[in-house]
């Protein structure tokens, strides 16, 4: 089923996992394992990221140094089918510009039609670590926008070869990616905010948030859209915080802020347990109210890790 349909099917608030591809080299049964302790609470969703390569400098003979490409994390479309028919549960895999040319992009949404995968969430993804700005693929897509757009096109059965003859429509539900706290490299609110409804207005159906801890913020982002003439669901996304670790990792990399009250009780930390512990009553907390307003769905990101997120379900479902 497509998310929209589920979406509009229903009053209830449902629910959604995002999960991480395991590490090259591992066996798909470490993830079975992070999925599986969720899999009582019905989720309607699961989300496959995609990670892309980046490039690593290799020591060689004589002090050379050889550029290497490397992806850490393959097999996003393959554990989309292998959750699918394990779980019976609907896969959502995250499809990205970098990296990918049109071309490849188009076979990409082939292979996932035959799999009778009807949802994409439709991201530009970051810059390679070793680059400055986010460079797209030669004949690729720059921005997100441009790739909700091949969907859609794919959706409408024109594909690149503009010449293909009765060729196929595909049909599928299309997220993108919407930032309470405004994307990193947006001027202004205001200025992320007319790319993010450029890119519902070329057909995304729905919104998924980044991560925030500060429910004032989601709030403020749904009626900032609203008045902008954004009217798609808005999915938020929470993360609980596990370490001690993360508390910097995750302003920094998401570029968001903790709310005072969270940051104090952070602060009082000494241990990951001990951090966890304020992280799941934080995320307790913010479930209930986004709960309690009606939003229409509750998207977790795991982060391949479910102890946290479990408790938080076992507490508010
Ligand atoms: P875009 O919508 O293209 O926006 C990128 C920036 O460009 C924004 O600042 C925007 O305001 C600006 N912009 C957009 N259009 C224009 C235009 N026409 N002219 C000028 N400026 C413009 N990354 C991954 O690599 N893999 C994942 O699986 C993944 N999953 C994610 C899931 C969620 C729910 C979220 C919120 C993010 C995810 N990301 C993932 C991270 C995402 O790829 C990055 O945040 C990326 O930097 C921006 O992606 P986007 O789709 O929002 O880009």
């Known amino acids: 089923m497509k998310v929209i349909d589920a979406i509009q099917n229903t009053t209830e608030t449902l629910l959604s996992f995002e999960i991480l591809p395991p590490l090259k080299g591992k066996g798909i049964d470490s993830l079975y394992g992070a999925i599986d302790p969720l899999m009582e609470f019905s989720p309607s969703f699961v989300n496959v990221t995609y990670h892309r390569e980046e490039y690593i400098y290799k020591k060689r003979e004589k002090g050379f140094l ?114 309470p706290e405004k994307h990193f490299e947006a001027m202004s609110l205001k200025a992320d905010l007319k790319n993010l409804k450029r890119k519902i207005d070329l057909g995304a159906d729905y919104i998924v948030t980044q991560m925030f801890y500060d429910n004032n913020k989601y709030f403020d982002f749904v009626s900032r859209c609203r008045d902008a003439g954004i009217n798609v669901p808005i999915i938020p996304g929470l993360k609980p915080i596990t370490s001690l670790k993360q508390i910097k990792f995750i302003p920094k990399t998401f ?18 347990a001990e951090v966890t512990q304020v992280g799941v009553e934080w995320g307790i907390e913010q479930s209930r109210e986004l709960m309690e307003k009606g939003v229409p769905c509750m998207h977790y990101y795991t982060m391949g890790k479910s102890g946290a997120v479990r408790k938080i379900l076992s507490a508010t479902h």
Do not use: W
């Open 255 to 272: 570029h968001l802020s903790f709310p005072e009250a969270l940051s104090d009780a952070l602060e009082d930390c000494k241990t990951d």
């Open 66 to 179: 050889e550029k290497v490409s490397i992806r850490k994390r393959p097999g996003t479309v393959g554990i989309c089918a292998a959750i699918m028919n394990k779980y019976d549960v609907q896969a959502v895999p995250h499809l990205i510009c970098g990296g990918f040319s049109k071309e490849e992009t188009e076979n990409a949404l082939i292979d996932l039609n035959f799999l009778g995968i009807r949802n994409v969430l439709a991201l530009r993804g970051d810059a390679r670590k070793a680059e400055q700005s986010f460079v797209p693929e030669e004949n690729g897509n720059q921005y997100a926008s441009e790739l909700v757009s091949q969907v859609v096109d794919m959706n409408n059965g024109k594909y690149i070869e503009e010449e293909m003859k009765e060729a196929s429509a595909t049909d599928f539900c299309i997220g993108v990616a919407g930032y």
